[in-house]
């Protein structure tokens, strides 16, 4: 008896320390929110395959640069790009200091909610809302304003902070591909110095691997202390054929994978899956309307018409938000 | 005696075991081509007292940028600039492309030799030069004539590829950085492509750790194909008051230490001691007349007059090339 229960509990051993790290393995599905689909088994087939030593399509680490779009393909963009949210709360925290905002456009249409109006202004009035909220003080400075906004403001229709709505199987996506040796940047049409706060904390991405559009900066000694001020002038607008311009500029390497939600991307998306060996292209398509938003072709936010057509003739990996993943935010978990 | 024998042979492994360690540590100074003195005593207190869990200087990594000037920092920058002999080996190359420079300033110049000329064309000329061989190509291209050019052009003096001029203390130092954690980038004057090409293997520096100045590319499809050609037209210049600029465009953090060896890098120096926490600023000074060059204030490549000022004022170190270290170029060993 004692023999046998010795025996027994040997044998019992024996097979929970063989099928331990099965049983850990099969638990933990780095990629646990998407639900098991062709663009599921595409991201899974792409990391298998440039990681495999000796494999065909084998990529050292060093190669290994992976760019994502921020807004609607890390976070969601809707009502509007939540940057322009800030710049709309900005210029209402400052009108007590600009009287002369009152009658003037687009000003006045920010401080009275006249969305109509505000439209109205055009590119050339969301460059000067901009460009008031982005400009004229110290690079310091507007780092603190953004990460108090970030802290305070609450996105309208969910009631929570901007950071709360980033995509959770995004989140999986990034944090496998850098497992497996990936570097992941952000390439945003979106401010540098606007994202930058918020990167490392929320997406693990430092700031020296976020790309984006950014004003001009100038270095002066105030009080022998040396600052950088914000003007208000452009230096690169990362959007569109600026993103391979910007991935060139900044990381002089060419991606092996790219991941965007709409015609911005385009040319990111060009310029990757180009490159020689193994390429991977995503696009994010927003179906959801329940959970998150439904819209493509017509947005005027996030517009997806070229390169939905494009992603088809070039084989990139389309998402269907509302079938691919079984939860959009970390907090419905 | 066989016991006696024995206890001997365990006594003496025990003691090779325990000094084993020792030996091997004492052996391997990451920094043997450094002299012990205040130099390399100062970055070794500095590693130190930023690695140090639990000590008041403490820096976690994602904090431990620090930055590097390129040319006279990291490599010699004489009789001039490497980019420069650079871009006269190219108009040379495509002067048979060019009948017109034959009579036009600054290329009738570089093609008959005659410096003077070349120097009396100032900045105006130099661009031209640059223009003319830096631009109208796609990236690709540039990359491969760099990397053509690097493999087959030498120095005038060391009739050795540009290259093997790096400095052996100064890839010690890069290297026993990296060992700690820290994070290294060089921000440099020169051409961020022009680079790019051999950072990686020569000081273990990736691309999208190298900032530099630039012209402006510009995205196209060339039969399907997507291609970035470099247009002849400045982007940015890293330079100066510029260096900070880029750092804050191109990392977004600012660094805890900087390494420079002329007036191009008191802005950088300045910006990255003046932040909180313990900092570190260190300065080359050329002078070693024979192993390498001795010049400062009236040196027209690599000035160093301010910058060596306000190194005594502001605590930075000043490293005296011919007394600090003991050999300059790896190929000396």
Redesign the interface.
């Known amino acids: 008896m004692n023999i046998i229960h010795k025996r027994f509990t040997f044998t019992f051993c024996l097979i929970m320390i063989l099928i331990a790290p099965i049983h850990a393995r099969a638990g933990s599905d780095p990629l646990a929110s998407w639900n098991d689909g062709t663009a599921k088994q595409a991201i899974v087939a792409f990391v298998a395959a440039v990681t495999e030593k000796g494999g065909t399509d084998y990529m050292p680490p060093?190669e290994r640069?992976v760019v994502f779009d921020n807004d609607g393909t890390l976070w969601s963009e809707k009502p509007a790009y939540f940057q322009l949210l800030f710049a709309i709360d900005r210029v209402k925290a400052l009108a007590p200091q600009h009287p002369e905002w009152k009658t003037q456009q687009p000003f006045k249409a920010v401080l009275e909610n006249d969305i109509k109006a505000l439209a109205a202004s055009g590119e050339k009035g969301l460059i000067q809302l901009v460009m008031a909220s982005h400009a004229g003080m110290t690079?310091d400075e507007f780092e603190q304003i953004v990460t108090d906004w970030l802290a305070t403001a609450r996105h309208p229709k969910f009631k929570r902070p901007y950071t709360d709505l980033v995509f959770q199987p995004m989140l999986e996506l990034l944090a496998h591909l850098r497992a497996n040796g990936f570097?992941t940047?952000i390439v945003s049409g979106g401010g540098?110095?606007f994202m930058?706060p918020f990167t490392?904390k929320i997406y693990g991405i430092?700031?020296?691997?976020?790309i984006g559009s950014?004003i001009k900066?100038?270095?002066e000694?105030r009080d022998g202390?040396?600052v950088?001020v914000r003007l208000p002038e452009i230096?690169f607008i990362d959007d569109k054929?600026?993103k391979?311009?910007g991935i060139?500029?900044?990381?002089?390497?060419r991606p092996i994978a790219a991941f965007g939600n709409s015609d911005g991307d385009l040319?990111m998306l060009?310029?990757t899956t180009?490159g020689k060996g193994k390429r991977f292209g995503l696009i994010v398509h927003h179906t959801d309307s329940k959970r998150e938003w439904a819209y493509d072709c017509k947005s005027h936010v996030g517009r997806l018409s070229k390169a939905l057509d494009q992603a088809q003739a070039e084989g990139w990996v389309v998402v269907d938000m509302k079938k691919d993943w079984k939860v959009i935010y970390p907090f419905e978990k």
């Open positions: 060093a640069i690079t570097k940047f540098i110095e930058r490392e430092p700031p020296e691997q976020v950014s900066t100038k270095f000694l202390k040396p950088l230096f054929a600026g391979p311009v060139q500029k900044f990381i002089g390497r040319q060009q310029w180009a």
